[in-house]
């Protein structure tokens, strides 16, 4: 690997935090990212930086690194030191990518970073006082969403109630997804034996490169507290997959002889079965585990039902992304395990697979459909009714990541507040929150006086389409559904798939 060095020679050997950004070499990208730290932060931050730009050049889009050095030629005085490294492979994954830069780092805390975040100085301000007075091993910094364009949708990727917090690193990941902004690269500074090269590698050969550092940092911090900001650190641009547009997840499926949905399937399922034959993780504790992010909110299992589904598709659509009988049995067996309440679903999905082998179609649409309908993938505002274990005369008792949530069979909408607030109190003004022992000693002291007080009166309504978008919706699902016309669409230009795909939103 090509190697550029610049050293600040006035300050002590070891730097306190090594900033290392992966990046494939586009200067716009990595002169605003870096802009953005240097025109934020303040000066003492800035000098116990140690920048390990790691120039992952993709053969797609050759880029002129002597442009790069040109521009960090320049900061040599501002950090502590600054290195470019050419790495002398592509890596197809920013997970792979980062891996490698790793190896370059010296300093106490490891912040890793895509070249596309604009930091912003609240969230700089806080990071410079965790690393020099913080007692906690890992920080976690709040980032928001913004376009290419420079509009922010104003979501924020996880919510608090306070400005700052403690909570065990699985804790947050059960509440947020492991697949989610809120544990991507760039939110996190750690200190760096926590993030060890030999696991990780071993979880990428294991279980594939996506959301890998997650899994490294659950085996390493496993019930340690972390501290958590509600400061914005920065904010991310969306991705082209965001709009609809997947040329990049298919031309990644290609190079690396996986399947489309690989990421969202196999990895997953591969990286929690690395945890639970480790014991950090149960298979209780991924039923309980949710996905929350801006104003979603859904259990990380139903995420994996969503893409296995539309894998198996892929394969009735596409003879070579037929999943074989072994890895379908693999998945199958995960889901019974970790999702009990789903047994009807899951068997149903036996015959959806079954029928993706066979030559007709319309049994496989018929099947397909009525699994689709079971995940409620595409409604606006689910129940949660699989959350439910037992109801309490005129309370419901509800999974969460703690344990259980108790609220009012009346409530379908404010008993979301405990899982959306990272650090949400025990209890709240509708909601309470049990441990598992709590739960089994549960006695609720108040009973109902009137019927509608055992009976929930009222739901979480989903958005009602317009007439003319009804049946459009129809038409595109009747499209969707036979293979010529899959096969098709998967051949047209992204702004018309992005197009069809908001009619099914």
Known sequence: MALVNFNNSNISDIPLVSLVVPTTGKLTNLTRCLNSVIYSAKPLLLRNIELIIFVNIDPKTPVNLKNIENFTGGLQEVFYSVRIIVANKFYLTAEESALAAIEYASGKYLWISGDKRVFLPEGLTRLETFVTEGHEPCAYFNSTWVDNTGRTSGYQSTYFSSSSCL?????????????????????????????????WMDIIATCGPHFSHVTVLLLTLKDVNVRCFSSYLFQAEFKAYHTGDDSEWARYATLSDTYRFYAWTFGLVRQFNYLIKAEIYTYADVRRSMCSERSLLKRQVDEIYAHFLAQIRFGWVKK??????TEFEEIMYFLFKSCPEKVILNTLIVQVYEASLESGSSKFCDLFDKAMLSINIDAAAPFFSTLLVCQVGGEYIRLHPKGYVVSSVRDNKEFLMPYKLIDAPKSGSTWQVLTEDEFYSYNNKSCPKVISGLFPNSHAKTVRKSLINRIKYRVVIRVYRYRLAAIIISRLPSSIKHYLKSILM
Not at 320 to 325: F, H, Q
């Open 320 to 325: 070579e992304e037929v999943i074989t009988k």
């Open 167 to 199: 909570v065990s690193y699985k804790e947050f990941v059960m509440s947020n997804g492991a697949n989610y902004m809120a544990t991507t690269m760039g939110a996190w500074v750690f200190e760096r034996q926590y993030l060890n090269p030999e696991i």
